[in-house]
């Protein structure tokens, strides 16, 4: 099975910046894509940022221009640079990873959430 840890939730005024972290472990026979969604209370959960294992990167609209996503395969790591944040980006974010472990399909795995809230 694969494991995703996230952390670096927390609270922060708006305007201010917050990074995340997720790092998969377990037996991993390689990780594709990499992504953070989120879900606030009441609404679906949402893709917020995705990157390929080549580096490819795709934003939600909302996010654009604030939000940068990157990653380290050696560490199986992905990031989270959250900048000019507001009170709408309070939400439980989730890491995703699809991954493939020995004598399986790929498959998509969840991190645990951390939460981010934003005052204003």
């Known amino acids: 099975q694969v494991q995703l840890v996230e952390s670096g939730g927390g609270l922060v005024q708006a305007g201010g910046s917050l990074r995340l972290s997720c790092t998969a472990s377990g037996r991993i026979f390689s990780i594709n894509a990499m992504g953070w969604y989120r879900q606030a209370p009441g609404k679906q959960r949402e893709l917020v940022a995705a990157?390929?294992?080549?580096?490819?990167?795709n934003y939600a609209n909302s996010v654009k221009g604030r939000f940068t996503i990157s990653r380290d395969n050696a560490k199986s790591t992905v990031y989270l640079q959250m900048d000019s944040l507001k009170p709408e980006d309070t939400a439980v974010y989730y890491c995703?990873?699809?991954?493939?472990?020995?004598?399986?399909?790929?498959?998509?795995?969840w991190g645990q959430g951390t939460q981010v809230t934003v005052s204003s």
């Open positions: 995703n990873a699809d991954a493939t472990i020995p004598g399986y399909y790929p498959a998509d795995y």
């Open positions: 990157i390929t294992r080549g580096g490819s990167t």
